[in-house]
Nanobody
């Protein structure tokens, strides 16, 4: 499955941004979708994930209560709504997919990343 992330940009601290990740396959609805981010000089960090039906989500503590992941299987798209953004949220954000959310293996499918910059 091919993934295309978009929606990044420059936002002031405290502002909001919504990222999108469009998938190429009709079987998108079968996949667990996740968001990761990587800031310069830092390791890639898990942000959150959503199961195939959209009724189960899980977030990193650093974004819990501020970020929301949702999906529209009819549009083969997953979203990351980011509110109350902080300068430390600035990073390249990636979407990823794998067969199930309970799987502990690495995510085999990745989008190209979209840059989020947060000004203080």
């Amino acid at each position: 499955v091919q993934l295309q992330a978009s929606g990044g940009g420059l936002v002031q601290a405290g502002g909001s941004l919504r990222l999108s990740c469009a998938a190429s396959r009709r079987t998108f609805s079968n996949y667990c979708m996740a968001w990761f981010r990587q800031a310069p000089g830092k390791e890639r960090e898990f942000v959150g994930r959503i199961n195939w039906s959209g009724d189960s989500t899980y977030y990193a503590d650093s974004v819990k209560g501020r970020f929301t992941i949702s999906r529209d299987n009819a549009k083969n798209t997953v979203y990351l709504q980011m509110n109350s953004l902080k300068p430390e949220d600035a990073a390249v954000y990636y979407c990823a997919a794998r067969s199930t959310c309970t799987d502990t293996s690495a995510y085999p499918y990745w989008g190209q990343g979209t840059q989020v910059t947060v000004s203080s």
